[in-house]
């Protein structure tokens, strides 16, 4: 009977410490989780924070977090201690098997850690890729997330996206150009059309004067408006405006398409359009 209480107790003993365990490991998960999201809450507007690298860290210190608690109830357990001790003795060969079979897992692994040291892209950029254009919502342990403009998500691989040819729009600088053309007549006066249409780009409110100190005083053109094609029935006019961000670049760019075209139509300056030849039957 004496023998069958102390394995109960010695039992009880080993759930106990397992479940404290456990209890300190998630508490610490979720001490650690809080901290590091409420700094990225108070900090993330600011210019100089870096979101990715502190969300980054926050998953790997997770899950550090998480294979200390692992091994500290692998310790408390008899058996499974063990266990461990054998697998330890034969680690190089279960190393081996483990790196062959995930090695897909430890290329996205390694791939995250790499992106996130030399920063081809952090998250809220702007980048295109292949067939897939979006916003950098998120970038976790084996994946990078995508928003596309339609609101859904892309998941890609780490692994892709180091391997892969990106077009980033906030590289270094968020500062964006956007073109815009219109065609005109043959018998329109350019010069007034390319002033109608410089005219209407530096009044716009998200239009910045991108030029530096030297071409400022050069007085370089602040909206150059140049003649890019002669076509066979039309003038094509190229317009270059300056935003402070993609985003506000391509709504400029849309707004200026429109009231161009409305001063175009008040001021008399024609954009040809096609003719079909209609056929009258009598």
């Known amino acids: 009977m004496k023998e069958i209480m102390d394995y109960l107790k010695q039992d009880i003993s080993i759930l106990v ?3 404290g365990i456990v209890l300190l490991t998630f508490i610490a998960y979720f001490i650690i989780n809080r901290t590091i999201n409420k700094f990225i809450d ?3 507007d600011r210019d100089n924070f870096d979101t990715t690298n502190a969300k980054f860290l926050r998953r790997i210190i997770s899950a550090v977090i998480f294979l200390i608690g692992f091994g500290f ?3 408390f357990i008899p058996s499974l201690r063990h266990v461990a001790t054998t697998l330890l003795a034969g680690a190089g060969v279960i190393v081996a098997v ?3 079979s995930s090695q897909q897992v430890l290329a996205n692994i390694i791939s995250g850690i790499m992106i996130v040291v030399t920063k081809p892209y952090r998250i809220n950029d702007r980048i295109a890729l292949r067939n897939v254009e979006g916003i950098i919502e998120d970038i976790t342990l084996r994946h990078t997330v995508i928003k596309n403009y339609e609101n859904k998500r892309i998941i890609i691989p780490n692994s892709i996206m180091s391997s892969e040819v990106i077009t980033n729009a ?4 968020d500062i964006c150009c956007e073109w815009v053309e219109l065609s005109v007549a043959y018998t329109a006066d350019i010069k007034k059309a390319k002033d109608l249409m410089k005219d209407e780009m ?3 409110p998200l239009f910045i004067d991108h030029r530096n100190k030297k071409q400022k005083d050069k007085n370089e053109d602040i909206a150059p408006v140049r003649v890019m094609s002669v076509g066979d029935f039309s003038i094509v006019l190229r317009a270059w405006t300056w935003a402070a961000n993609p985003a506000d670049a391509f709504l400029m760019g849309c707004d200026l398409r429109e009231s161009i075209k409305e001063r175009f139509d008040k001021e008399g300056i024609e954009i040809p359009y096609p003719y079909n030849n209609v056929i009258l039957k009598n």
């Open 170 to 173: 906030n590289f270094t600088d």
């Open 17 to 19: 410490h397992i479940g």
């Open 73 to 75: 109830v692998i310790f």
């Open 98 to 100: 483990i790196g062959f």
């Open 42 to 44: 108070h900090y993330g």
């Open 202 to 204: 530096t009044k716009h």
